[in-house]
């Protein structure tokens, strides 16, 4: 796989598959370039920044403090449940 040539679904570029290539699924002899992977982490990490600021922002002063001294993973762990609820709604 490893040197494989493809076709990235997001932007169009043709690229060959690196070491660090994780295979999505996608359509025979298309996948996801390195350029479009980083932007997309990019923009889920900046949406999940803004639900963790948004759930900060709705809490007690105590809870608020205790939550934002909390490891970025509970954090994100905590606005993921809460989008699951239904208690933090998420638009795109
Ligand atoms: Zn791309």
């Not at 509970?74 to 638009?91: K, P, S």
Request: proline content about 2%.
């Amino acid at each position: 796989m490893k040197g494989q040539l493809l076709v990235c679904g997001c932007c169009g570029v043709s690229f060959r598959i690196g070491d660090d290539y994780i295979d999505r699924g996608e359509d025979h002899g298309y996948g996801t370039c390195p350029s479009c992977v980083a932007e997309i982490k990019a923009g889920n990490t900046a949406l999940m920044t803004t639900a963790i600021d948004q759930l900060a922002a709705a809490l007690s002063d105590d809870r608020r403090a205790t939550f934002e001294a909390m490891p970025r993973h509970r954090q994100e762990f905590i606005a993921m449940h809460a989008m699951e609820q239904g208690i933090l709604q998420w638009t795109i």
